[in-house]
């Protein structure tokens, strides 16, 4: 069942060059690129973004390193796109 998902490309790997990379491994797992946008977090949308993390130890900075730089939206698709966006990127970690 082909499905559509979110992939950010996070300021650290904007900021190291790392885009394509991260965009040809997902081509190459199957993934069609479907849109793609550049922008900013602002502080407000960062916690809008995360807020069900709001609360934890770690929430204020994961806002300010969202908020640090560009980041890269794509929505990709495939047959099961959500399970298999998770397992190339493997777990969060939120250290």
């Given at each position: 069942m082909s499905q559509r998902s979110l992939l950010l490309i996070k300021p650290n790997a904007m900021a190291h060059g790392h885009a394509g990379h991260i965009i040809s491994l997902a081509e190459?797992?199957?993934?069609a690129l479907r849109d793609c946008r550049i922008f900013s977090f602002t502080p407000a949308a960062a916690g809008e973004f995360y807020a069900l993390h709001r609360g934890k130890e770690?929430?204020?900075?994961?806002i300010?390193?969202?908020?640090?730089?560009p980041v890269l939206a794509l929505i990709v698709e495939r047959d099961h796109a959500v399970e298999a966006?998770?397992?190339?990127?493997?777990?969060?970690?939120p250290a």
């Open positions: 190459e797992a199957g993934f770690f929430f204020d900075r994961l300010n390193f969202t908020c640090s730089g966006l998770r397992k190339l990127i493997g777990d969060a970690d």
